[in-house]
């Protein structure tokens, strides 16, 4: 059979027509069990409305089918914290479907991880789970953010403020670039103290203040080589199975405002009341703390357009991304 233009033409038609109409709410039976709540959700660009509707309330135990449409432009359709449900994108005038079934009360949040328009971040809505055995989870307090409060830092400091309060000692983050690769064989020849290597230590603590106390134990060495040995330090604890996540959770929720690299220039960079800072800039993450950059992925900005994301992120996978940052500052590959 030869397939003219005019004929492919009403095929297409014939492929693209049943779309809307299963969009208005023909289900496919056959296929769904009877005890299952279809619940149908539009996916839209912010402006034209985001998802609809942005908030769904399911009782603990009954299964639901979500059935996610991408009305307009291309969506990425993810549920969170600690679901694990990522359906991937969504073309416009397709489906993403999920069948979940929540044992106990909680709160989640499904959200676009796909760059769809400059106000893309607002993308979310929200599945409160009702009923269960367990008495409703009580709002969270997290300790991270609560010793970082105890302890008077400004967690919407300013970044260029909180960098021009660093001291500069002679220990600075050198000229070259520091190296983790460079620094794996330094950190086995310098003294290096204890708590260097300790994950709590570091995250309480700027790569800089790691330089003094390296210095300190070793004063005739050359600050390129302690720089090279703390960037090592720095990004030699994380788990390489939890990097590897973090860095698929990077490109998918980060890359499109702070680059895929992490250089500041992702495609949305622009269009932000502030400009993302370069976790390639090494002067710049040398001043900065762990447990800072960790608050400011769980709370976000306050108007910076920088998102809050711990409605969407368990504190582990928040973690993962903090070392995936330390990653992008301080293994790059070494050009010699
Ligand atoms: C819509 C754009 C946008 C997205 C998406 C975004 N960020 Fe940001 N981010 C910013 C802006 C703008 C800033 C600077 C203003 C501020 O610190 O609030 C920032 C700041 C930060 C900071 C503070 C850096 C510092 O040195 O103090 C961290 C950490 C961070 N982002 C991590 C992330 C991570 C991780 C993701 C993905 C899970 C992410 N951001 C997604 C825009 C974005
Ligand atoms: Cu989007």
Known sequence: MKLGPFRLRTLLLWLLVPVPAVMMGLQRPQTINAGVRIIDIIAAVPEAGGFQPDSIDVRAGETVLLRFYAADVAHGIAIGPGLGVDLGDAAPGTRKDVLLTFEEAGTFTFYCNKWCSTNHWRMRGVIAVTGGSQAPPAPQRDPV?????????????????????????????????????RGALLAERLQVPADLREKAWQRTHTPQAGMALLLAANPASQPQELADAIAYLWV??????????????????????????????????????????????????????????????????????????????????TWALVDHLWKLAFDAPVHQ
């Not at 660093?166 to 600075?172: C, I, K, M, N």
């Not at 604890?237 to 990097?243: I, Y």
């Not at 949305?268 to 703390?289: V, Y």
């Not at 447990?291 to 400011?296: F, G, H, P, Q, R």
């Open 145 to 181: 953010i609560d010793a970082l409060l105890a302890e008077g830092i400004d967690i919407d400091a300013m970044v260029d403020a909180a960098h021009g309060s660093q001291p500069a000692p002679a220990a600075t983050l050198a000229t070259t670039p520091p190296s983790a690769a």
């Open 236 to 317: 030699a604890g994380s788990e390489p199975a939890n990097l590897q996540d973090a860095g698929t959770l990077y490109t998918k929720n980060c890359a499109a405002c702070h680059g895929d690299n992490g250089g500041g220039d992702g495609i949305g960079a622009g269009t932000l009341p502030q400009p993302p800072p370069s976790f390639q800039d090494p002067a710049h993450m040398a001043a900065r703390r762990g447990d800072v950059l960790y608050a400011k992925i769980r709370r976000g900005g306050m108007g910076t357009g920088m998102p809050n994301f711990g409605t969407v992120f368990t504190t582990d996978e």
